[in-house]
Nanobody, 125 residues
Framework: QPQLVESGGGLVQPGGSLRLSCTAS????????IGWFRQAPGKEREAVGC????????DYTGPVKGRFTISRDNIKETVVLQMNNLKPDDTGVYYC??????????????????WGQGTQVTVSA
């Protein structure tokens, strides 16, 4: 079972960028499709985007399309969420999650079996 770890969160001004990483111990990350999620204070957790095991299939939710990009390096066993043109509404705890069960083309409304502990992203002037 993979133990997922997110890193790269922090405080950034509106319009800025952050790069989050998802890594794993205990199993190989390249075996899993990965989803990125976020949860703002007082709100439900929502999907940000997801990526297939090969990286060839991706899906993003509406609010982040054109601003966020997910990629993966299966040699380095890392999945990256590149966030550009950040807005205050992007503030929240960001999680990565893993699943072996998906179909192509990937859609993010999957049942994820493994979750990281999250990393805080704060967008504020």
């Amino acid at each position: 079972q993979p133990q997922l770890v997110e890193s790269g969160g922090g405080l950034v001004q509106p319009g800025g960028s952050l790069r989050l990483s998802c890594t794993a111990s205990g199993d190989s990350l390249h075996l899993y499709a990965i989803g990125w999620f976020r949860q703002a204070p007082g709100k439900e957790r929502e999907a940000v985007g997801c990526i297939s095991t090969s990286g060839g299939s991706l899906d993003y939710t509406g609010p982040v399309k054109g601003r966020f990009t997910i990629s993966r390096d299966n040699i380095k066993e890392t999945v990256v969420l590149q966030m550009n043109n950040l807005k205050p509404d992007d503030t929240g705890v960001y999680y990565c999650a893993a699943t072996e069960r998906y179909q192509l083309p990937i859609q993010c409304n999957l049942r994820y079996d493994y979750w990281g502990q999250g990393t805080q992203v704060t967008v504020s002037a």
